[in-house]
Structures are given as structure tokens and as C-alpha cells.
DNA sequence: TCAAATAATTCAACCGTTAAACAAATCGTG
DNA sequence: CACGATTTGTTTAACGGTTGAATTATTTGA
């Protein structure tokens, strides 16, 4: 559980508590904007220029805040030293994603920099989930060895998969790996978070990607369809952690069956499946996405009527979805983000046509700004973001001998 | 905005913070279990009993707590003295309701008793909204004397409206009205918060209802069919505040024309008029939802039937949310309470057919607890809620005559 | 009547923040 | 090159809130 929310409701507050919410709120300011003076963190926290003092103090005797010689001049006075996140020798974040078609892994430093990434592709259906599972820990510690190199320490790793996960990491059913109930909790050492593929995607795309909404819809197109829901700057995982099972809302109830074994799930007009392998047309079976969008450029009319119907069939859904939510944003991800170009007309007309308040405020539908990494640094995002959340849990004690 | 979370992150923390904070805590406590000694809350909160009894001497003299003489006795030692919410001469909540068929009032002191309610029916539909809103204040201020007659004093009203509401409490849109841009910020003296009929009754039944789940879909079918979100005991409004148009929501895109100009929406399967006017059956025109009741009850199989056409597709829509949200509860208000044994097996089986997690984590449809009142109860208690969240700002200045 | 037990209050100590004073470092100007 | 102006960062006394131990208050049971 390494998203949950610290601060809650019903504990008592001591001082101590205090200055923990107060560590956060300086290192969160230096995360905001980088090169930064104790008197402007005090500036623009409302916090005092000794009380900030005293918290950068402990911050960059913990690894967490470098300081940097000459902060940019100004006027008269004084100059400040700067402030950054320590991306020297602080903590890191490692980040896997086990999918259908590839295994990855993704180191990133506290300042969220990409500082290490290895891709390893490769179909994974059918095969042995333990064999899955040592692969993606050599791809781990590789990881670490990168990271250690570059002065990095691992504080944490998370997982993406592309199913539900239950809290306890164990992956309850991902249906395009033919996984069911398959514990990935102590793979590899030290903490260790699985969570859902689009869930992390999302995350990626809110943190590390475009800058935009706080509230968005992250619909991710892979061999199925998942989606992360980012509601008030933070991800919805439901009750249970199982929200965002799109690709099984009914677009028409009484269509063919599907998998799942309803009927007329969305995933049977828009998955990846219903894209590339269905009918005549100039994409021969087993083509790739990368053909797909070529003959989408050459204008191949079967091409564009199966992407038309995918698009209409996504809106109808994503309207729902909106009415429900009141999301602003939508932003397509996996195989959808290349396709944005002839997706996005068939979407927005069907929110135009079924939102009730797209009259007055529009929804805006754009590609994942990260692509098809948004789930491997989402999930090291994840890792530095539980850093950045509880900085005085992860002060590294000072050694008296460097102090 | 008497819904906002005040405890948020991006703020610096003193010392004051902290005596809300567990201020706060304390009076939360009394809330959860009521008689209580100073003791049992410094042990349930964690606390130490020096610090509850200074807290506790200041909610008792800002006229929030009220000590009781004896406290359940055990074994031998000092009995504690019990502390109860102030529901003598404390504050008190009033909650208005604008529907198309009623107007209602209701006050609710801090201990969510209600104590003094009244119902205006008449139809309202294509009244001149000046008229309504004289109306509705007309009942506000009858509540505020029946509130001063029992030692209360009202702190805030909420006003629930069955339409879409702007943050500035303008209703954008309340087509079962036919209102549309009426300012109602000001129509009643004191801090007023005007919301959606549906979130308000979603709240109401949150607090005030039948104890149930914290993630669950509050089902509001009037004249036509809104929803409430509550995810993880909080209300969800959506980034404009305009989320639950769950009536809106396709259940078969190229169904009937809806009057918001869409198709298929589940308002034309699921709404007040689809169950009660359509074709020909027992249930004569104009008649009343006790008539479908009584209907149904006698088995007449016109109506039975046009009942099960809604309940599947309630239970299409609902099934989508849960895949999407993964609610744990699903709350049917308004009309669909007294509904609910014809409505509930046609929905259920809906949700074991389309919902992927159904198999393994079972959803509960219930019928809504407060019945047609949770939206005023609701709208009550979130004035009262607000004094709950935040007590420090409550705390009345203590009569130098009296203390 | 007294000891045991539990409740509530008092008081010195601690901790983090604040405000104001002070020290440090730079620029502008003569 | 010196000096005032200016801004940064640290120091120090004070303040507010919580803590823990001691103290007082109130009841039961022997």
C-alpha cells in the first residue's frame, strides 16, 4: 500500500506530526519549482525563514535536498543558495511492468528523471507465471545495479500489471497473460507494490507527463482495455482496487459476446483484438499497431470504418463516463495514443451529442504524453512519489563520520 | 462550499492547526459513541486525558458538547461524567428541498436528530422560479422559529435541487423544472449552499441512513434519474461539480430520442415517465408510483413486465459503473426504494452477467433507508457536517454573564 | 472508616513555530 | 575602495499545545 493517504482524519496530531506535514510542504515546494531559496520556499509557503531553515536542515542532512552553489541573481543582497531535489545520491524509485507483449523496468531519481531503462519484448501468453516472474527480477536487479551506480539507492519498487491486483499483491486474474491468483508479492527484495497497469499509467501521466487536468480519464488500449481514473489529483482504485475495468462496460447490451462472458463489451469494438485481426482489409492478421496507423495514413477505407466504429463505440462508453464523473480530460494511452488522430473526431462527437454539460464545458480528449512507457514510470513515479509524501520516514540517518 | 476538505495539504501547519485538528478528533468521537467520559475518548483517540479535558472544556463552553449527570456505572472509582453532542441549546442544521412535486424543510441538531420537519406538496412544474424560491423561504423561516423554540440555532442552510448547480449557487440546469441560470445564493438569510437533490440525498443516507458501505452508488429516480458518488465515505462531486447525470448514460445508443437530444439514454427505460405512462396496463395515465406499487403487488403482468424492462436496464448501467468505480453498494432512492423488490433481481442478475470482479466480491443493492426524505436530511446534515469537520470555527464565544 | 480504584485537573517540561534581532554576503554609488 | 542599502540565513527569547507525573476528587467494597 504505498498510495495511501497519510494524513488522515482520525489520529491524534502531536508536534511531531507537525513537522512531518511541514517537511512535506517544503519538499514539495522545491519539487514544484527547482532551483529555489530557503527564503523563497518561506515566500511561497507561509512558513517563517527560520522554521524553513531548520526543515532544510534535517531535509538535506537526509538526502532528500541538495544544495547548489550560485542560485540565479536578481538585484542587491545577499544571493541564496539553491535548492534541489537530491538527484545526486538520494533515493530512487524502480518501476517494472509485466505486459502481454514485453517486460520492463525504469529507474527514476527523486526529481523524477528518467536515470535507467531496459525494455525486453517478447510474448509472454501461456508461459509459466514463475519464469515470467524471474525474468522481471533479473530485469530488477539490473536495475539496482544501474542505480547504485549512478550513486542512486533503491527505496522501493512497484510493480504494473495489466489486471486486478488484490491489496496484498497478489494478481487475482489478468486474462490476457491466462493468469489467475498468482502471489507477485516477494518476488524481488526490499517493499514492494503491484498494482494495475492503466491504474499506474495513469499515475505516469499525471505526475510525469503533459501538464493538465487533475481530474482525467486515462484510458489505456493494450490487448484489453483498461482505464485509471485521477479524480482531484489522485488515483481512484475503488473499494477493493478494482475500478477501472472499462473494457467490460456494455456499449450494446444485446451485442456479441465477449470473453468476460456478457455481451457487447467494449472491449469487442474498440480492443486490440477487434482492431487488427477482424474482416478484410489492407492490415493483414497478426500485423502490429505500427501498420495499423500506416494504412490509417494511406486513407484505406476499411481501415478508417473499423477505426470509425472503435471511436464511436470508446465515445458512447467515455460519454458515460463523463455524465457519471465529470472529468474534463480524457487522455488516450497504449495503443490508442498513436491512433489519436482517428479516434479523437468519433469521440468528441459522441460527447458533444451525449454529455449533458459539454455545452458549456468543453471535455478536452488528447494522446498520453509518455506513450506506451506511462506504466513502467508511473510505477516508479509511485515509489518517489511515497518519498515525497512522508519525507521524514525516509531521512537517512546521518553517518557521523560524512556529518 | 460547505464541502470542502480543510485539513489539505498545500498549507503551512502551526500550532492552531493542531488544536483543530484534534478538536476535531474529539468531538468526532462523541459523535461515533455517545455517552462518553473524558477517559474513554483520551483512550479511544489516543490522546492524553490531559489534553481531552482541555479540548473538552472548550467545545463544552463554545456550546458543542453537554455533559450529562451520570455516566454508565461499572465497577468501583469515580464515575466519569458523560458528554453528549449539544443537542439542547446548540447549533442546528436546516435543509431545504426543491422538487417538482414537493417543497420540504427539515432542521437537524448536532446529534443528527431531526426536530422539526415540514412538506409542501404541489407541482411545481413551469412555476416562475421567483415564486418557488418565495415559497421555500417562506418554509425556511417557519423551520428557523420551530429551531428557536427548542433553545436551537440554525448555522446554515442547504438547499437540494434536482438539477445541475454551479460552485457560485446558480442552477445551471433543472430540466424537471424547466429552470434554467436561476441565481438561488441569496433567497434565505445565513450561509447557504445550494447542491444536487441526488448528492445531498447520497450524503443523507451516508450518515443518517441505514450504516452500510463508505464506497457505495446512491440510484435517485424522480422525474428523472440522478446519482449520487460516495468513495471512501466522501461525496464525489466531480471536477465541476456536475457528476451523477446517470440517467444520461446510453444503455442503448440508437434507443428513442431523449429529450437532451441523445439516444437511448436510460431515462427513456428507467424514468418516473417510462414506468408510469406508457402503454396501455393497469396502471392508468397520471397515475401515481403507490399505484405501481400496488400494481405490482397484485401481480398485474403489463406492469410487471414494463418493471423488469427497467430494472435490466438499471442493472446494464449500474453493472458498468461498478466495473468502472468498483462500489461495493448500490443505494436505490426516490422512486426505486419502494421498487426495490420488483427492481432488484432484474439489476442483480445484470451485475453477476457484466461485472468482471462479481464472482469473487459479491455488490449488495439495498433500497435507501430515509426514503424520500434523504435529500432533505441530507441536505441538513451537510450544514451540520461542516460544524463536525471544522469546530474550531463553531466554538461559540463563550457570555461573560453566563460562563 | 479506610483502602482501592478510577476520573479529572494541575503543573513543570518538551517541542516546534514565530517574531525580531543579528550576522553574512552582495550590489550600487560616490 | 569604502560605505550604505539590500537581501539571505541563523540565532534567541517567547508562545502555544501536548505530554507525563503528581495531585485532587469521587465512588465502591470491605
Redesign the pocket.
Known amino acids: 500500500m504505498i498510495f495511501g493517504i497519510s494524513l488522515s482524519a482520525d489520529v491524534?496530531?502531536?508536534?511531531?506530526s507537525?513537522?512531518q506535514?511541514?517537511l512535506r510542504l517544503v519538499l514539495g515546494q522545491v519539487a514544484l519549482v527547482s532551483p529555489q531559496?530557503?527564503?523563497?520556499i518561506a515566500?511561497a509557503t507561509?512558513?517563517?525563514?527560520?522554521?524553513?531553515?531548520?526543515?532544510?536542515?534535517d531535509l538535506v542532512s537526509g538526502r532528500l535536498l541538495r544544495e547548489v552553489s550560485?542560485?540565479p541573481?536578481?538585484?542587491?543582497?545577499?544571493?541564496?543558495?539553491g535548492l534541489v531535489l537530491n538527484d545526486a545520491d538520494g533515493p530512487a524509485g524502480l518501476g517494472l511492468e509485466i505486459n502481454v507483449d514485453y517486460l520492463a523496468a525504469c529507474v527514476l531519481d527523486l526529481a523524477g528523471a528518467v536515470r535507467h531503462r531496459e525494455i525486453q519484448p517478447g510474448d509472454r501468453r501461456g508461459v509459466d507465471p514463475a519464469t515470467v516472474l524471474a525474468s522481471a527480477a533479473a530485469l530488477a536487479s539490473r536495475a539496482v545495479l544501474a542505480a547504485e551506480d549512478q550513486g542512486l539507492t533503491i527505496v522501493g519498487t512497484a510493480v504494473a500489471v495489466p489486471g486486478l491486483v488484490s491489496p496484498d499483491g497478489t494478481i487475482r486474474l489478468a486474462p490476457n497473460l491466462g493468469w489467475r491468483d498468482v502471489d507477485a508479492s516477494g518476488f524481488t527484495p526490499g517493499p514492494l507494490t503491484v498494482e494495475n497497469e492503466a491504474n499506474l499509467a495513469a499515475l505516469g501521466e499525471l505526475h510525469h507527463g503533459s501538464p493538465g487536468s487533475a481530474d482525467f480519464l486515462y484510458v489505456s488500449g493494450e490487448i484489453g482495455i483498461g482505464a485509471g481514473i485521477v479524480l482531484h489529483g489522485s488515483l481512484f482504485r475503488g473499494a477493493r482496487g478494482w475500478s477501472g475495468e472499462l473494457g467490460h462496460v456494455a456499449v450494446h447490451p444485446d451485442g456479441p459476446a465477449c470473453r468476460c462472458g456478457a455481451h457487447g463489451c467494449l472491449e469487442q469494438y474498440a480492443g486490440q483484438e477487434a482492431l487488427l485481426s477482424s474482416g478484410a482489409s489492407a492490415v493483414s492478421p497478426g500485423a502490429s499497431v505500427a501498420d495499423l496507423v500506416s494504412a490509417a495514413e494511406r486513407g484505406d477505407p476499411a481501415t478508417l470504418a473499423r477505426l470509425s466504429t472503435a471511436a464511436d463505440a470508446l465515445g458512447v462508453t467515455i460519454a458515460g463516463v463523463i455524465n457519471l464523473l465529470d472529468v474534463d480530460t480524457v487522455v488516450l494511452g497504449g495503443i490508442y495514443a498513436p491512433l489519436t488522430p482517428w479516434l479523437r473526431p468519433g469521440i468528441e462527437a459522441q460527447i458533444a451529442d451525449r454529455v449533458l454539460t459539454a455545452a458549456w464545458s468543453p471535455v478536452r480528449v488528447r494522446p498520453a504524453g509518455l506513450g506506451s512507457n506511462a506504466a513502467v514510470v508511473g510505477a516508479a513515479g509511485a515509489v518517489i512519489r511515497a518519498v515525497h509524501e512522508e519525507p521524514a520516514a525516509w531521512l537517512v540517518p546521518a553517518s557521523p563520520g560524512k556529518a
Open positions: 491524534p496530531v502531536r508536534q511531531a507537525l513537522r506535514h511541514n531559496s530557503r527564503a523563497d515566500a507561509g512558513l517563517t525563514r527560520a522554521t524553513v531553515s531548520t526543515l532544510v536542515d550560485p542560485a541573481r536578481s538585484g542587491a543582497g545577499r544571493p541564496g543558495v
